[in-house]
């Protein structure tokens, strides 16, 4: 069963720094773009950054120079290090990668999401 884990959310301090990790594991033949969205309560889901398999970055213009995506294309591995954290930071942010399967199947799977808490 294929399934993206998201893992390192938890309480920061504002200005605080977190990093996290999401892994694809399970029927996997290779998975090309992966991104990092987050929710706030009451809002929309938004794309914060996103990586193609040789490694462009894009990122949104709230996260811009604090936030930096990389990836361990021998782990199917995406990370989102996050510095100078912010209180409207605060939300669940979920992984999402196009994951082509060993029959040659493209799809995009996500994550259930890690909460990122920035709070004094």
């Known amino acids: 069963q294929l399934q993206l884990v998201e893992s390192g959310g938890g309480l920061v301090q504002p200005g605080g720094s977190l990093r996290l990790s999401c892994a694809a594991s399970g029927n996997i033949f290779s998975v090309n773009n992966m991104d990092w969205y987050r929710q706030a309560p009451g809002k929309q889901r938004e794309l914060v950054a996103a990586?193609?398999?040789?490694?462009?970055?894009n990122y949104a213009d709230s996260v811009k120079g604090r936030f930096t995506i990389s990836r361990d294309n021998a782990k199917n591995t995406v990370y989102l290090q996050m510095n100078s954290l912010k209180p409207e930071d605060t939300a669940v942010y979920y992984c999402?990668?196009?994951?082509?399967?060993?029959?040659?199947?493209?799809?995009?799977?996500w994550g259930k999401g890690t909460l990122v808490t920035v709070s004094s």
């Open positions: 999402n990668a196009e994951v082509v399967t060993r029959s040659y199947y493209a799809r995009d799977y």
């Open positions: 990586i193609t398999t040789g490694g462009r970055a």
